[in-house]
């Protein structure tokens, strides 16, 4: 089933994305080129920051589609990623009913018993809704790691006939293919089910052009110099051994601080001051202060690991 | 193994379920679906950029990170074999026009050949492997076996990872960026040794030594990050599994009581109690005299990236003495400094340095026998071999008696247990599992039943 409006080719992907604010290098311009095509889910693994949730974002905001997002964690069931019957507001229903015709004499109150079970009191929760959209939408499941087998094995179910079967209802199929992207903190296996189904992507931390072009598209007053710096420093911080090594996210923020602060250059006592920007643990602060720190003083060089 | 690729009938169908295969014997697992996958995404994208071939195909056959890694090596080495034999078979040769060329300046040449491999640029490192071999091999040094060339070449170049010679000139070189350009030095060669030949070599399967322990703690960090990743997430994995097991659970009646006050009092919904996941407590000796020194430290450093996982985590070394290095473990963070730290504050060798097994467990049981209960699962590394010494057997029953389970990991395969000086046979009969564990997927099946509270037949 094609996607309605399906790219052209990986190069119309990569310049749509490109458009509205991500910079995506090729396997992923790929991917994304694939999914719209085949009508594949996407998994996306790749360590914390590197912009796996803003993939489907862009994906969503170029291809014009609605972004649906189910963000998993642990203990996530079907009532919360489903759908729900909404019992306080049945229970209200039945109890008024019941008051109002207490008066009558009769058979029991037949008209609540019907009314109960519409779409009415049905909560959709983010996997219905993408299901039920009358438009095309872009579905986006977010952290799947957090979440167990259970849910997988669900999710399964859902991904693969795109039909959902509640029982008071009735079957609602999918009317639009919608584009599902999982996406994944590496954290944990996924089972094999779920990865057999899906076409995978793995996002790393860019190349220092790549970091800079993205730092310089998103804090466009930063100079070019500083900038390169700037990147090269968060890599040598990157390949230190640190419980949270910096996003990329964390990089523009630096950016944007750096120009707030007026910064001509990143010499050590900026950095220090900064730090706490792209370092988030106290441990890792003192570790990168020890390590990254004392380079700073003079000239930078790029260390290979 | 390995269709030979001149029998195979025309297209590109059958080649690439060849391909299949040989990713299924190198251990990807890959199903049906996944090879439809394939074909349904090669026909979406162009043929002519490699990149754009290679990374649909990656997409839908290799599922992970690891798998990947197998898939490239696989891929390159598939797809140069194809067009080597394509080429064999057509009688096509390379046009060899720069080997009559001009003198080579060998200096500019290692120059060229640094600059190329830091800045990664494939296409030119092609080229000068093939200069760096015409060059070597009019010199008459060619032995004729790919290996050994590759390795002679690489030496005479001066290529050295920057953390073994951080005072060479030029930029700096790791490890993996010198794979890649001796990837294309060996794919140069056995070009070469194609054309000369005019048939294609035996295909060997991928050494399994890509997946072993790494033999020196300083280099291959990034081996040792990626196995004890990749143990953590197994570890999560398993601990979700038990976690997720409904049978067997007790509802919680005043939980149940208070969540229907939501709907009028009727209970619409169960809640039940939480099921804690097993917490082990383990004590762990570690064999580290130089035979078994690299795969000692690898081992406890990967059990103390995984100590949120376990709720005590006691740690010793030993040679011919016991020492505790716990503190040393939370206190260093870095691989190097872990490792120069117990073998120089051990305190565990004695006069000759060679391990003796029978007075550790004397020592041992005075340090923590009491401390072992039945809830301690005890894990010894060690290749007991104890030199001739009194293995004091009974001393060990005493201690591993107290604790819940033992387990001894040998870094030896099991064909050599008890062969020379090796007494296993002695301390087998007392442990509840004895494991070799020579490479990371015999470590992951250790941790997954060290975690998981089962014990696997071995």
Known sequence: MEGRGAPASVGAVKKGLEAVGYLADEPAALVAYLAQRLGKPVLVEGPAGVGKTELAKAISRSSGRRLIRLQCYEGLDEAKALYEWNYRKQLLRIQSEGVAREGEAGGPPAGAWGDIFSEEFLLRRPLLEAIAADEPVVLLIDEIDKTDQEFEAMLLEVLSDFQISIPELGVIEARTHPIVVLTSNNSRELTEALKRRCLYLWLDYPSVEREMEIVRLHAPDIDERLARRLVEVVHMVRQLDLKKPPSIAESIDWARALILLGAGDLDRSVFERTMSIIVKHRSDMDLVAERVGVKLAGPLQAEAG | ?458
């Open chain 2, 1 to 458: 193994m390995g269709a030979d690729h001149a029998k195979l009938p025309p297209g590109l169908a059958p080649r690439l379920i060849a391909f299949c295969e040989e990713l299924r014997s190198e251990g990807v697992a890959l199903g049906s679906s996944e090879i439809m996958d394939a074909f349904a995404a090669l026909d979406a994208v162009t043929w002519t950029v490699p990149a754009d071939f290679r990374e649909a195909l990656a997409a839908t056959v290799a599922k992970s990170q690891e798998d990947r890694r197998v898939f490239d090596l696989v891929f390159d080495r598939f797809f140069f074999r194809t067009s080597e034999a394509e080429a064999a078979r057509r009688g096509i040769r390379e046009d060899r026009r720069y080997e009559q060329g001009g003198s080579l300046d060998l200096e500019d040449l290692r120059d060229a050949i640094r600059q190329a491999i830091a800045a990664g640029r494939d296409g030119e490192m092609r080229d000068l492997a093939r200069l760096a071999i015409a060059a070597f091999g009019r010199r008459g040094e060619g032995s004729g076996v790919v290996g050994v060339d590759v390795q002679r070449i690489r030496r005479a170049l001066g290529l050295q990872a920057q953390s073994q010679r951080p005072e060479a000139p030029g930029p700096p070189l790791d490890r993996e960026a010198i794979a890649r350009f001796e990837r294309h030095l060996r794919r140069e060669l056995e070009r070469g040794l194609i054309e000369r030949t005019g048939k294609l070599p035996p295909s060997r399967p991928l050494a399994d030594l890509d997946r072993a322990l790494p033999t020196s703690p300083a280099q291959d960090l990034a081996a040792v990050h990626r196995a004890v990743a990749q143990l953590k997430r197994r570890l999560a994995t398993l601990g979700h599994e038990q976690r997720g097991r409904g049978r067997g659970r007790v509802v919680d009646i005043r939980r149940t009581m208070r969540a229907s006050l939501e709907t009028g009092g009727v209970p619409l919904r169960l809640k039940y109690r939480p099921k804690r996941p097993r917490r082990p407590e383990i004590y762990v000796l570690c064999d580290v005299s130089t035979s078994v020194t690299s795969a000692s430290v690898f081992f406890l450093s990967v059990l103390h990236a995984l100590h949120d996982a376990f709720r005590k985590l006691r740690s010793f070394v030993f040679i011919e003495r016991v020492s505790e290095v716990t503190d040393i473990f939370e206190r260093e963070r870095d691989f190097g400094a872990i490792s120069a730290r117990i073998s120089s504050e051990g305190g565990v060798a004695d006069v000759s340095g060679y391990t003796d097994y029978g007075r550790v467990w004397l020592e041992l049981g005075e340090l923590i026998g009491d401390d072992l209960d039945p809830r301690s699962t005890f894990i010894v590394l060690g290749d007991a071999r104890t030199n001739g010494r009194e293995p004091h057997a009974d001393a060990f029953g005493r201690i591993t008696e107290r604790a819940g389970r033992t387990f001894w990991l040998n870094p030896e395969p099991r064909l050599y247990w008890n062969y020379g000086d090796s007494v296993m046979a002695a301390y087998e009969p007392h442990v509840t599992a004895a494991f070799e564990c020579w490479t990371t997927r015999h470590l992951e099946d250790f941790v997954n039943v060290v975690a998981g509270g089962a014990a696997r037949p071995s």
